[in-house]
């Protein structure tokens, strides 16, 4: 059998250069990889290359910080069935799914062959309502309904709870509602700077994260390497996100457990974060900041202070108050032993992010397949055992903490940064490339194709919420559903960053 290619992140090749496999050795190839716990599935997906539909799948080593391509070709015009890789290992059933929705493939031993954003028909013409939920017949159980209208101002999305009395004994989220194109939009864009906005707008909540890798992207199939400045910039913006959105988290689980006063002062202490990066890119998420080929707002020996000093005083404020949270006996008696998750449901469904290092599995990209300046900051990783709310409002309080004490250490190492002008980049033809960046939530994936004249053929997009809905389904069994709102909060996971 051929062998996969071998990359690295942020690389681009050669698109000829992916071996293409027969369909059994294809599926052979990427599950057998899965056996080994250093193997995670970063993107599979499906392209139409030359009239042929043409699966590529990224497995990531965590261990050697390779990333193994592979593809076969498939015809998606002969109402051939073919069998999934979901059988043989779950972490594929969601990409599986998302193929089979876009191309009408079916697969003969797919455990749970449903669409992803659309209803019954994989031709996209039915409505979302008419979607398949799973249902439990007895007259012992009920079911509740709540969505798609959101109570708040975040994207629409459907949870169906089956539930004995108040026990939640099975939760399906469906997602999806909006069919917002991003991924066509970046090919139809011809513009850069278009591109870029449209990046910024994946996930707000993920601005620098998701812009991130979409440079990272463009700059590879360019041939071209950042300089110091800019790497220093989009790393110090990425833990400065991570920070401010942790901070949100925290007020909000909070908030669901009716502790007021740390709803209150966490709420505080984001504001100061993204009024930092308001003072030095002019917006509080990060828009307009993070772009290919140059750097518009140079970090200089004022920004160096300010941030200093915002930092110490947020810290201070911060110990004091997680502190109270995870002493305070009646918040241990809301987040502990609630929404768990186990080591083994975290790798058999291939999670990413907080939910995968909350249940003990080392899944970071800063330490696996580190960019931009954390090659230089040999990043530790975090984890923690119990896969519980707590776990996850732990973690959070951890990463916090050593985010600030990167940013402090990249700031002993910097003084005033220039601006540095606009680079005219230009793609390569007939190539591939993969970008991850280690957001706030998790793993973020960016894979690019160009054609002929590099021009982008293909864009395909994967948030960590692809992986972990699935992971709060899990979590959420077997508790009542009262404690569903903190179980939700405690993953925080994206609506517009799965609906694309």
């Known amino acids: ?94 990409f599986e799914r998302e193929i089979s929705e876009n191309f009408d493939i079916t697969y003969s031993d797919h455990p749970w062959l449903k669409p992803v954003r659309f209803g019954v028909s994989s031709t996209k013409k039915s409505k979302i309502e008419d979607y398949p939920f799973y249902k439990m017949d007895s007259h012992e159980l009920h079911e ?197 998750l186990t080591f083994d449901q975290v790798c058999e469904i291939g999670a990413v992010g907080l939910s995968a290092k909350a249940s003990g599995l080392e899944r970071d990209i800063r330490a696996s397949h580190p960019d931009s300046y954390f090659k230089k900051l040999n990043h530790r990783h975090i984890v923690k055992h119990h896969g519980d709310v707590y776990s996850r409002t732990q973690l959070r309080r951890e990463e916090i903490r050593q985010s600030i004490n990167y940013i402090m250490q990249m700031l002993s190492d910097v003084s005033d940064l220039g601006y540095c002008p606009k680079i005219e980049l230009t793609p390569k033809p007939n190539s591939f490339s993969i970008s991850l960046v280690e957001g706030w939530r998790g793993e973020i994936c960016h894979c690019a194709i160009t054609d002929e004249n590099g021009e982008l053929l293909h864009y395909k997009i994967k948030d960590p919420s692809f992986h972990n809905w699935t992971a709060m389904e899990l979590a959420t069994r077997q508790n009542e559903i009262s404690d569903f709102p903190i179980c939700n909060k405690s993953f925080n996971l994206s609506y517009c960053g799965f609906d694309l």
């Open 144 to 340: 509740v309904a709540v969505g798609p209208i959101h109570a708040g101002i975040i994207e629409p999305g459907h949870f169906r709870f089956i539930c004995k009395g108040e026990q939640i004994l099975n939760l399906e989220i469906q997602l999806g509602y909006q069919h917002r194109g991003i991924e066509d939009l970046l090919l139809k864009k011809k513009n850069l700077l278009q591109r870029t906005l449209i990046a910024e707008s994946i996930a707000g909540d993920t601005t620098i994260g998701h812009t991130t890798a979409f440079v990272n992207i463009w700059e590879s199939l360019s041939g071209y390497s950042p300089d110091n400045e800019k790497l220093f910039v989009r790393s110090l913006a990425l833990e400065l996100e991570r920070i401010a959105v942790h901070t949100g988290d925290l007020s909000a689980i909070c908030s669901d457990i009716a502790y007021q006063l740390g709803a209150a002062v966490f709420g505080r202490l984001r504001t100061p974060i993204i009024n930092f990066l308001q003072s030095w890119c002019g917006n509080r998420l990060g828009k307009g900041f993070i772009r290919a080929g140059e750097n518009k707002y140079p970090f200089n020996d004022d920004l160096k202070e300010s941030l200093t000093t915002i930092l110490i005083d947020y810290q201070k404020d911060f110990d004091e108050m997680i502190d109270m949270l995870l002493h305070h006996t009646s918040s241990l008696s809301r987040l502990e032993k609630t929404g768990v």
């Open 1 to 94: 059998m051929n062998n996969s290619l071998t990359i690295s992140n942020n690389q681009t090749v050669d698109f000829e250069q992916i071996p293409i496999f027969s369909y059994g050795d294809f599926l052979n190839y990427n599950t057998d990889m899965l056996a080994n716990i250093q193997n995670h599935c970063v993107n599979y997906y499906g392209v139409m290359y030359r009239g042929n539909l043409r699966l590529i799948n990224c497995i990531a080593n965590d261990s050697d910080s390779l990333i193994y391509v592979s593809s076969s070709i498939i015809n998606n015009h002969s109402g051939d069935i073919y069998p999934s890789l979901t059988a043989r290992h779950n972490a594929f059933h969601l």
